[in-house]
């Protein structure tokens, strides 16, 4: 098993294997076939459903993330605010993530490892602060989900903030990304995220991942 914030950089060449339990979303991690990921009616923040992730097993290794994966176009020379509302249940963490891709390197990265939220919760707001360089190729987030229990995910949003709000950037220094997607692969990423309440109804998905 990698440590989260290795396996963090490498998810990449899997971002366009959506969930179809959720729209617009993919399971990964180091161990994502032990979890499982589906829209909760009963536990919401707001509106009429959350995302829950959860360990399928009596006892899970490693990690799984909920995440999704978009072209940085837009975002670009711009300082940018993840957030979210998580609630959990005996886990050993339940933290938001997020990563900025450029050509081949990692430019900044967020796990919230410092910040780690665990055992068992209500509803709090969970954030991350990331600058988007000129060169940013893609961004992914979502939420990291390690141990037993389980966790829910509701009302994500992403957004430009002032400079003066600071950064929340775990990176030195670029780190290597090998898994940059090909140029088919960018073209067929949204450009917004989507589906970030998770109201829309399974066999929806963005308008750059639809078939023409």
Not at 81 to 93: F, G, Q
Not at 104 to 111: I, K, P, R, S, Y
Not at 126 to 140: A, E, K, N, Y
Request: charged share 20%; with cysteine.
């Amino acid at each position: 098993m990698c440590r989260i914030a290795a396996c963090l950089t490498l998810v990449a060449g899997t971002m366009l294997a959506q969930n179809a339990k959720i729209p617009g979303w993919l399971l990964a991690g180091d161990n994502p076939a032990a979890y499982a990921a589906g829209l909760d009616s009963e536990v919401k923040h707001s509106g009429n459903n959350s995302a829950a992730v959860g360990c399928a097993l009596g006892k899970c290794r490693g990690f799984a993330t909920l995440m999704q994966a978009i072209q940085a176009d837009r975002y670009r020379g711009s300082r940018v605010r993840l957030t979210a509302w998580v609630k959990a249940s005996k886990v050993d963490m339940a933290n938001l993530w997020m990563r900025v891709d450029g050509a081949g390197a990692t430019l900044a990265l967020d796990n919230m490892r410092f910040h780690r939220a665990h055992g068992t919760f209500d509803w709090r707001q969970q954030q991350i602060v990331l600058d988007v360089p000129d060169i940013g190729f893609t961004i992914h987030y979502g939420l990291i989900v390690a141990g037993a229990g389980q966790a829910w995910v509701d009302d994500f949003t992403l957004e430009a903030v002032d400079k003066h709000v600071k950064t929340t950037n775990a990176l030195r220094k670029p780190a290597p990304a090998p898994n940059r997607p090909s140029e088919e692969q960018f073209e067929k990423l949204p450009s917004l995220p989507f589906n970030t309440d998770f109201e829309q109804p399974p066999g929806t998905a963005p308008a750059a991942l639809r078939n023409p």
